[in-house]
């Protein structure tokens, strides 16, 4: 298997050189974090502030934000900004001082994450709630067009998400349902609310990844997040944590609280990991992660059992191919819309030494639900090519971030006259070259076994020699 880049981190600041060049940036891997669990290059920094409603009333929310300083009102540090934003909901009777550790680490990764205090009581309106979660957003956009803010002009208002834990997860869903700002959706045990967020599944259309611990007990996953999975209308994945629980997602034990077979210092690891590596990729655009979120570099499956699926289809044909060394050969990459919106296609080769592989178009038209394109891809063995594995992807670019993908067998054939690829040097190969001879007209001139520029006799004695 390929190794794949765990960050795009060259677009960085040059606050991540120090880590680039110490994880190797240059070498093995681009990845300024590898393990996305540890905290990134910000200081976290807390505040509470003040939430106006649509009707003129307010409630008091915490933001978590990158700052220069660790602390309660530290000064902002916009280096990265524009920043996206996060409205998170906490679970029921729960205060979000039992999220700090996963909302802070959000913060130190360059994400601003608002969480509102509303509806903590006993009886909580979950309607009501889910629109405080958007009024959140709304108070950032408002901060980001006040020159007096010290966020002014340093939100990206054009990359929000959402995420809570519970109740707060279920009301998640509802404020996505109803806000197109929200781009990308990932709630911790989301509980079923009122209005039912399992039915409003069937109105979300942005990418979500829904996270589950297997041993909830409190919300069990089969009852709760299956169907949410189930009716989801946009690119889709659950994430249920190998003996994680529903207590398992907050920093502290509470009355009734569950249990699973892992702790929660390892729940809680594995939860800012999956959570950082989803937001970067979806609202910061940073692809070098899709491979650990959308593709074969995601987390091991002893420790989360993933279920997903891009609404995108990647098929190839052949899905393995014999290459002589100064040869290629062209194989047909087909992508199917399997969603309900329209959009383009991108495909792409990840970079693997020795080979070269070019798609004759990189972005496709739009495709409309169920449509299908076929796109070639001219496969080519340079120096140091070995017989192994390329991995292709298609990308959705109506969220530029969402992709299926395939490996393509590729076999290095030790015969360089094998013209077509078939394992054998046989009469379709004297025909190729027969039908090249002369001067090479194109780039590569596979038919020039001795390389010299000219198909002649001399090309072939070679290939009568390797006759099988």
Partial sequence: MLGFARRDSITRSTRWLPALLISGLLGTTSSAWSDLAQPGPFAPGIRQVTVTRPNGSTFTATLHYPATSAGTNAPFDASEAPCPGITFGHGFLQPVTQYASTLSHLATHGFLVIASQSEGGLFPNHANFA??????????????????????????????????????????????????????????????????????????????????????????????????????????????????????????????????????????????????????????????????VWGPGGPAPAQITVTRDPKLNLSLTPSAVVVAPNASTIVAVTATNTGHAATAVSIAVEPTPGWSATPAESTTAILAPGESTTVPIEVQPGPGAASGELLLSARREIDSATRAFAWLAVELSALSADLDGNGVVNGADLAILLGAWGPCRTAPCPADLNGDGVIDGTDLAILLGEWS
């Fill in 131 to 292: 629109s405080d979660l958007r009024s959140c957003l709304t108070w950032l956009e408002t901060q980001n067009a006040s020159p007096t803010s010290e966020f002014f002009g340093a939100v990206n208002t054009a990359a929000f998400g959402a995420s809570g834990h519970s109740m707060g997860g279920g009301a998640s869903i509802l404020a996505t349902k109803d806000d197109p700002r929200i781009k990308a959706l990932a709630p911790t045990a989301a509980a079923d609310t009122s209005p039912s967020s399992i039915a409003a599944m069937n109105f979300v259309s942005v990418p979500v990844r829904l996270m589950v611990g297997s041993q909830d007990t409190i919300v069990p996953p089969g009852g709760t997040a299956g169907p949410m999975y189930a009716n989801a209308k946009g690119p889709r994945q659950l994430h249920s944590i190998v003996g994680g629980f529903h207590c398992g997602f907050t920093d502290a034990s509470f009355a009734f609280c569950d249990s699973g077979a892992i702790t929660r210092a390892q729940q809680l690891e594995i939860t800012r990991r999956e959570l950082t590596r989803f937001f970067l990729l979806h609202l910061r655009g940073e692809q070098g992660l899709w491979s650990e």
